[in-house]
């Protein structure tokens, strides 16, 4: 079985997607979803870009992964300046990463016409940077950025760039369909002319989408005799985006027999594609391939009469191999060995037909329904099915709490919460400024709380999103508040629901603190007996 290095761009390639805006810990739990799930690769940005991407990398350094290597993103050095003084490559070293990818002009027209260079000089500065780098010990993967525009234009050139990057030592160099406007016969021929050219040399390709054939170019290319493919787990990126990962690689490990993540991994392809879309606060396709939520969802009638007889008739893959499930819309049945494992850690006891199994997966759908969506929102889940197994006591109780705003806004106190709860028949009030009125909701309640339960003064947000579900409503439209928080040891993240803001950012505020609290407490049972 033929192995394919597989190399993610999400944090790079795809956060120069229009919608997408990462925070530093957005970037690292997307690192860590990619590494759980077995990507060989993260292309985790250019160190000397902007100050977020060098905290970035500061981070990542106490980060431990266990199947993924952190690759650095920049040019080559720039021209007429030597390979050791350009502070773009020295940054590239600074990032400390094993692994280097670099770009360089392979089109000539990109050569004398947009940086304005010779062609001999282009040569030089791919070339140089790859010795330079090659000497400070690392792996480096070159990027022939345009390489098939520049092939159709002029192939001695191209291929000259390639030769070059070769000879100065390159790991392996990509083929890039930098405008996205190759089509796959082409993709074919070229590799194929490329790869029996440089027989010894590991090739890999990097498309985008822009004709909406990124996938068929990257899998065609692999046909064509490539080892290595870049793309995004999603397929978000500039423009129309770029080879969706999460397409990928099922096709060529469950339909042609290539291998690109351990089976294992591959049954998580459908959480972790929904978690790194909740992280980029994106709405993945409800139709995306093997991983959207109607990928394997039938309808009334003859196919669902075909998929209960033979369901390789009417699905091209066992939806298991991929982490989804198989859908029938009329009967709503379904999804109950999804959460089965999830409903066992709680309650050991519980089957597959046990009646908390129906009441659990009744209530479940009762909120998707009302836009709740619990892939990235694990406290909550946890909660929901607490509750129906009758494993849940409330730790306080909310009085009523107000929210006042502040004209002009002065930074830190732009809103005033003040709040009254009772625990154990123990009423507290208190209030707090914060930096609008979710931030002075959120230190209020905490502030009050505190003074009986002391462990949440180490407990804090580090992020919060907002979603609006149904926009065509206009101001009326129902939101979806997903927060994360953390007490410096472990992460969990909580979801609300609601027409109104603050009552959505209630609901995932208070999931959080009860969370952390049942923690704490089967924490201390754990450790009693």
Not at 509 to 525: G, R
């Amino acid at each position: 079985m033929k192995k394919i290095t597989i190399f993610d761009s999400t944090l790079r390639d795809g956060a120069q997607a229009e919608d997408i805006s990462f925070s530093v810990e957005d970037k690292l739990k997307i690192v860590k979803a990619l590494d759980e799930f077995g990507v060989h690769y993260i292309e985790a940005g250019n160190p000397s870009s902007n100050p977020k991407d060098l905290e970035f990398f500061k981070r990542l350094k106490d980060v431990h992964l266990k199947n993924s290597k952190i690759s650095a993103f920049g040019s080559t050095r720039r021209r007429d300046i030597p390979v050791e003084k350009d502070p773009h490559v020295q940054s590239l070293l600074n990032a400390n990463t094993n692994t280097i990818t670099i770009f360089g002009k392979s089109w000539d027209f990109h050569v004398t016409e947009i940086i304005q260079t010779t062609l001999n000089e282009n040569l030089k500065m791919i070339s140089e940077t790859i010795i330079y780098l090659k000497s400070k010990n690392k792996e480096v993967f070159f990027d022939a950025e345009h390489f098939f525009d520049g092939y159709k234009n002029n192939p001695e050139y191209a291929l000259k760039v390639l030769q070059v990057a070769i000879a100065a030592g390159a790991d392996c160099v990509i083929l890039c369909d930098t405008n996205g406007g190759t089509f796959p016969n082409e993709i074919f021929e070229i590799t194929k002319i490329v790869k029996e050219k440089f027989k010894k040399v590991s090739i890999g390709i990097h498309c985008h989408n822009d004709c909406e054939m990124a996938v068929a170019n990257s899998i065609i290319a692999v046909k064509a005799g490539i080892e290595h493919i870049q793309g995004t787990f999603l397929g978000f990126g500039e423009r129309c985006g770029n080879a969706n990962l999460a397409t990928i690689i099922p096709c060529l490990q469950l339909k042609d027999h290539y291998h690109c993540v351990q089976n294992d991994h591959l049954k998580t392809l459908t959480t972790t594609s929904r978690f790194i879309a909740e992280v980029s606060n994106v709405n993945l396709n409800d139709q995306s391939p093997f991983v959207g939520k109607k990928a394997f969802a039938h309808k009334a009638g003859m196919h669902i009469d075909g998929v209960a007889k033979a369901s390789h008739s009417f699905e091209h893959i066992n939806p298991t191999l991929v982490g989804n499930e198989r859908k029938f819309l009329t009967s709503e049945v379904g999804g109950r060995s999804t959460i089965l494992s999830k409903i066992q850690k709680i309650a050991p006891y519980v089957t597959k037909n046990s009646p908390e199994t129906e009441k659990i997966m009744t209530r479940l759908k009762e909120l998707e329904y009302e836009g709740y969506q619990f892939e990235g929102a694990e406290g909550t889940f946890e909660l929901i099915i607490r509750k129906q197994l009758g494993k849940y006591t409330p730790f306080f109780k909310l009085e009523n709490f107000k929210i006042i705003g502040e004209q002009p806004y002065e930074k830190g106190k732009s809103a005033t919460a003040l709040i009254k709860v009772i625990v154990d028949g123990k009423m507290e009030i208190t209030a707090s400024d914060g930096d609008g009125p979710v931030n002075a909701l959120d230190k209020a309640l905490r502030k009050a709380l505190e003074i009986f339960y002391p462990e949440l003064s180490k407990v804090h947000l580090t992020d919060y999103k907002v979603r609006v579900i149904d926009s065509n409503s206009a101001t009326a439209s129902k939101v979806r508040v997903l927060i994360e928080s953390t007490d410096g040891l472990e992460s969990w993240s909580t979801i609300g629901v609601s027409k109104d803001i603050i009552e959505a950012s209630w609901i995932a505020l208070v999931d959080s603190i009860e969370y952390k609290l049942i923690k704490d407490i089967e924490k201390k049972i754990k450790a009693f007996i």
